[in-house]
């Protein structure tokens, strides 16, 4: 009796260690849950952004990433940022649609504790804890200076302006005429077309309709520039010279290889930046309050061998 005591009581012992062996586990990766605000995918730019973070995100098997598009619509953007905050993701990413309205919905996030990348479009103030994004008056500067060369320092131009409660489409309004200051440059005709190739087409229908000599359009973003040659084309008027902004490679610089831009000039879009800087806030390092990104001019002397940098 006292022989098969001790054996079963071997084997329980045995067992209940072996039971606790097999359920002792190495604690879980920590998961990472990103709230990814898109003001619009109306626009091929935008578009291109999200699929950058995606493809970035990618690479990180503790990363997820939740889209939402707000349809170019404000009121859709305060609403998901709002629903991040209430989801209390780790991290929020926002391209806003415009700068006054988003400003207060973002610093609601960083007083709930969530840290926050502003992508491509500033805020007002300063409360988020990143932006990424090229330097718009540097581009519109760069463009108005080449329009200013290309057209011997006088010419007729109409300007074709992104959304202007947008701080790039007032960067880039501002850039371009202080690179045209001084210079013979008269810009006769200039409308919001609020960065989408519909409203660029009819805006130009509108001048074409108005000004008999037009000598060169500069849009704020490629799709509008393409809407203006689009107009000028079925007018018949198509010797017109179109300069845009953003340069994707199968949109811009595809368009300036094709003869139908003269120049584009390279706005990143800051998706895999923005996925890098994610990450070392998730692991608690310090990151720079403001990123900026590179540009380059792409014209016809140098659009097949990837254009020229700007200084």
Known sequence: MLVLLATASAVLLGGCGQSKEETKESPAARQYVIGMSQCNLGEPWRVQMNQDVKDAAAK?????????????????????????????VDLLIISPK???????????AVDAGIPVIVLDRALLGDKYTCFIGADNVKIGKAAGQWIVKKLGGKGNVVELEGLMTSIPGQDRHNGF????????????FQADMKWLEPNARTEMESALSRFDHIDLVYAHNDPGAHGAYLAAKAAGRDNIIFVGVD????????????????????Y??????????????????????????????????NAASGGEPLP
């Open 60 to 88: 990180h098997p503790e990363l997820r990433v939740i889209f939402k598009d707000a349809q170019n619509d404000t009121l859709n953007q305060r609403s998901a940022v709002e629903e991040f905050i209430s989801s209390k």
């Open 98 to 108: 415009e700068a006054q309205p988003l400003t207060e919905p973002v610093a609601r």
């Open 177 to 188: 005429r202080e690179g045209i200051a001084g210079s013979g440059i008269d810009v006769i």
């Open 247 to 266: 340069a994707l490679p199968q949109e811009g610089v595809a368009y300036v290889q094709q003869g139908i831009l003269d120049a584009t000039f390279r």
């Open 268 to 301: 990143p879009t800051g998706g895999a930046e923005a996925i890098d800087t994610a990450l070392k806030i998730l692991k608690g390092e310090s990151v720079p309050k403001k990123i900026v990104l590179g540009t380059r001019l792409f014209d016809k002397s």
